[in-house]
C-alpha cells in the first residue's frame, strides 16, 4: 500500500503564490548607458526623461518547471512510503529455564515407546525437544546437571538453538552424581540477571540429592522468595528395584514455590505431563502489530533537484542570448 506519513505536508501548497501575491517584487540598481544628445532628443520630443525599469518575466515553461519542483519538495517531505502487510511480532512473557538431570542413571535403558527400549535420557531429549519447540514466546534456557551444574543455553527466544543444544548433550558430561539442590541454586542465579518477571523452572531427574553443598528444600525456599515457580518431574517408577527417586522431595520442592510434580515411566506419561504442564503455564505472550515500510522519500528530492539545475540552466541560456 501507498501512502503519505505527513499528508498535512501539502497544505503548504499555496504558499509560494502567497508570498508571489504579498511581497513586493525585488527591486535592483543597474548603471545605464545615457546618451549625449539625449537632452536634446527629450526636448525635440516635447516628453521628459525619467527613470525606467526592466521587469523580468519568465516565461511558461519556467513556471511550470518551478512548479513541478515545489511540488516535488512537498512530495519529499510528505514522506512516501510503501507499507507491506501488517505482521504479528512476538513478545517475551516469561523466562523458562529446564534444569535436567544427565547423571549415569540416565543411561538406564528401561525406557519403553511403542515396545521399543532406549535409554531415559533419549526419550526424555525426544519429548523435551517437542515441548520446547511449541513455547514460543518464552525464553528458554538449558542447565544441565550430575555432580556439577553447568548452563547449556542462557536464556534466548531462538528455541531452535536451545532444541540444537539439547540434541548435542549425552549422559556423563556433569559427572556421575545427582546434585539437585546445586542444580536449583545455579538456576535462582541466572534468574538474577533476568529482566523478566514471570520465572518458570521445570527440574527433570530420575534420582535423589547427592547430599552435597546447599540441600534441595533450602535451594527451593530461595527460589520462593525470588518468586521462581519450580515444576519436578521424576524420570522413572520409583518402585523398581534399583531405583533411588526421592518422590517426595520433588514434591516438596514444587509445593514451595507454587509448582506441580509429575511421574513419567515411559513416553506416553512424560507426553501427558508436558500436555499439563502447557495447561498450566499457557503461552500468553503478548503480540504488537508490526508493518514492513520502504521510504520513497528519496525520489521526489532528487527530482526536485534535477528540475532545479534544468531551470538554472535554462535562465543562462536565456541570458547568454539576450546579451548576444
Not at 514471570?198 to 535451594?219: E, W
Request: proline residues 4%.
Amino acid at each position: 500500500m501507498f501512502e503519505f506519513s505527513n499528508t498535512w505536508v501539502f497544505f503548504l501548497f499555496p504558499l509560494p503564490f502567497l508570498v508571489w501575491w504579498l511581497m513586493p517584487p525585488m527591486r535592483r540598481k543597474a548603471n545605464t548607458l545615457v546618451a549625449p544628445f539625449a537632452g536634446q532628443a527629450a526636448e525635440a520630443s516635447k516628453q521628459k526623461l525619467r527613470r525606467s525599469a526592466w521587469i523580468s518575466r519568465r516565461n511558461a515553461l519556467q513556471w511550470l518547471l518551478l512548479l513541478l519542483a515545489w511540488i516535488c519538495l512537498l512530495g519529499a517531505l510528505a514522506r512516501p512510503q510503501l507499507v507491506g502487510q501488517p505482521e504479528m511480532k512476538v513478545k517475551t512473557a516469561r523466562s523458562f529455564l529446564v534444569a535436567a538431570d544427565i547423571s549415569f542413571s540416565m543411561a538406564a535403558r528401561d525406557w519403553v515407546k511403542e515396545d521399543q527400549r532406549s535409554t531415559r535420557w533419549e526419550g526424555v531429549k525426544e519429548v523435551m525437544g517437542e515441548f520446547i519447540s511449541r513455547r514460543e514466546g518464552d525464553r528458554m534456557g538449558l542447565v544441565f546437571f550430575g555432580t556439577h551444574a553447568y548452563l547449556q543455553t542462557p536464556f534466548t527466544s531462538e528455541l531452535d538453538i536451545v532444541e540444537w543444544f539439547l540434541d548435542e548433550t549425552d549422559v556423563g558430561m556433569a559427572g556421575q552424581m545427582t546434585s539437585i539442590g546445586k542444580a536449583i541454586g545455579f538456576g535462582i542465579r541466572l534468574f538474577e540477571q533476568d529482566t523478566l518477571d514471570h520465572k518458570v523452572m521445570l527440574l527433570l531427574t530420575d534420582g535423589s540429592d547427592g547430599g552435597k553443598g546447599i540441600t534441595p528444600l533450602d535451594a527451593a525456599y530461595m527460589a520462593q522468595k525470588d518468586s521462581i515457580k519450580i515444576y519436578t518431574l521424576g524420570i522413572g517408577d520409583p518402585e523398581a528395584p534399583g531405583s533411588d527417586l526421592d518422590e517426595e522431595s520433588l514434591k516438596a520442592i514444587s509445593e514451595i514455590t507454587g509448582g506441580q510434580y509429575f511421574r513419567a515411566i515411559d513416553h506416553e506419561s512424560l507426553s501427558e505431563a508436558y500436555d499439563l504442564l502447557d495447561q498450566l503455564e499457557p503461552m500468553e505472550f503478548e503480540e504488537e502489530e508490526y508493518k514492513p515500510v520502504t521510504e520513497l522519500y528519496y525520489y521526489p528530492t532528487v527530482a526536485s533537484i534535477v528540475i532545479a539545475l534544468l531551470l538554472l540552466f535554462i535562465r543562462s541560456i536565456i541570458a547568454l542570448i539576450r546579451r548576444t
